[in-house]
C-alpha cells in the first residue's frame, strides 16, 4: 500500500496557486489533504474528548439521543444501521450527527444536545461553525479552478443542511467483516475530514488498486462527493473510499474521526455547468435534480431512510 496525496498548504499567499493545486489534487484523486488550515487545535481537542465521552456512554443513554424518524441526519445512530451501497454487511461503527442551528429555516430538524457532557453543545457548534467557514474558503477555490465567478458557490450552500458526524469504529476483533467501512462515495459537496490520522481510509484509484490516506498530524482531508461531482460532469470526481480493519497490532485500538459533510441547500438545482460539457466528455447528468431528492434517494440507498 502506497500513500496517494501530497499535501496542500491552505497558507499560500497565492489564491490562484493554491487553487490550481487543490483543483489538480480534486481532478486527479477526488480527494485533497490539506495543511495549515488555521483550525483551532484545542477546539478540535475538546469536540474530539466529548465525541469520545459520548460514545463512552451506556447504549441506553445514548439511545435517548435518537430520532428514529430523522433518517439519521441528527442525533444519535446505533450500530448496524448505516450500510454502503451494495454492501452485504452494515459498517462497524456508531455516529452522531450535529446540524445547523437554525430556527428561521423551516425543514431542519432540532439538534439533540447530550445532558450528560455539559460543554457538548458549545464545541460542536463552535466546530461546525469553523468548519464550515473553511469549507466555503475550499469552494471559493474550487470556483476559481472551474473559472466560475468569485463566490459562486456561496448561494447554493446558503443555509443547506451541513452536518458534522461524530465517528466511532471500536476495536476491530479478527471475526467478521474486514472493513470498518464499506467502499461508498459521500452524497454532498464536499466533506472535511478530521482524524484521518489512525491508519485504514483508503481511496480507489484508477487503475484499481486502493491507496492509503496517511495524513501528517493535525491535516484535514477533504474530498468531493457526489453532488458537486454531478454538478462538474465528473471534472471533480467523487472517488470511491473505504476503512479498513486495522493491522494486528492495531486491532485493540479504537477508531475516532469527525467528518463534516458540507451540503448544498435543499431546493439548489443541481444541474451540469456548461464549462464542465464539451465533446470530449458529453453531459452524463442531462436530467436535473434538487439537493434535496438526491439527498433523500441516497439516505435510503444506504438504509438511512
Known sequence: MIDAIQPVSFALDDEVAFARSLGASFERHGFAVLKHHGLDEALIAAAAADAK????LPETIKLRYRDPGGAGQRGYTPFGIETAKGAPHADLKEFCHVGREAPGLSGLAPNLWPKEIPAFRAHMLGLYAALEGVGARLLDAVALHLGLGPHAFEDPVAGGDSVLRLLHYPPATFEGPALRAGAHEDINAITLLLGAEEGGLEILDRDGRWLAINPPAGALVVNIGDMLARLTNDVLPSTTHRVVNPPP???????????FFLHFRPDFLIETLPGCVSGDRPDRYPEPITAGAFLQRRLREIKLA
Request: a positive charge; zero cysteines; proline letters at 7%.
Open 249 to 259: 497490532e492495531r486491532r485493540g485500538v479504537a477508531r475516532y474521526s469527525m467528518p
Open 53 to 56: 465521552a459520548f460514545f463512552a
